[in-house]
């Protein structure tokens, strides 16, 4: 009886100790999943937002509202290169300003980059989720301006840690928020991160 009685403890304090252990490391497991997670969605969103730039100085200040157009301006369009001979804020120059325009293909600054086109609409653990993605006119303080967003859910890219259960370790962890840059309301780059 008293040998069963000892069996029984052992298996308790082994089942405790197992509890107590796993209760201290769930919230560290989280907290760096998160941060590796959000940080490479982060870089994502960063890049996307300068090929969306990219794009605003080729297309005359339009942004793409889908990837496919995103890619097509970055493969085939050009960047505007103008060399200005003089000084034109110089009141007191006297020769004569020219403006020499050139165009450099824009894929060529991608490939330096090391951007692939083609892998900038996913989500990066998202399974093969893509990022949605806005673009359109509208008038701000009386001007006419050009807006866009791009941004996922972090449900999304939090694989099996999109459980709501999550906040008691983050009180700011919201899982159903986007992760987002831009903004369809006003003419803002600025991500949310």
Do not use: C
């Amino acid at each position: 009886m008293r040998v069963i009685l000892n069996v029984v403890l052992v298996i308790l304090i082994i089942a405790i100790g197992y509890l107590l252990v796993n209760s201290i490391q769930e919230p560290i497991k989280f907290k760096a999943e998160k941060d590796r997670r959000t940080n490479l969605v982060m870089d994502k969103l960063l890049t996307i937002r300068k090929m969306q730039e990219f794009h605003r100085d080729i297309k005359n200040g339009s942004f793409a509202n889908s990837f496919d157009s995103l890619a097509h301006v970055l493969r085939y369009g050009q960047f505007r290169n103008i060399k200005v001979t003089g000084d034109p804020d110089d009141p007191n120059f006297t020769g004569e300003i020219t403006y020499d325009t050139s165009y450099i293909p824009a894929f060529d600054t991608i490939q330096a980059l090391g951007i692939n086109l083609d892998s900038l609409q996913y989500v990066p653990f998202g399974g093969g989720e893509t990022f949605s993605i806005q673009a359109d006119t509208m008038t701000y303080q009386s001007t006419l301006v050009h807006v866009v967003e791009v941004g996922t859910p972090i449900k999304t890219f939090m694989g099996p840690f999109a459980d709501l259960k999550y906040t008691k370790y983050d009180n700011s962890y919201k899982p159903n928020n986007m992760m987002k840059f831009g903004d369809m309301n006003k003419p803002n780059l600025s991500g949310n991160w």
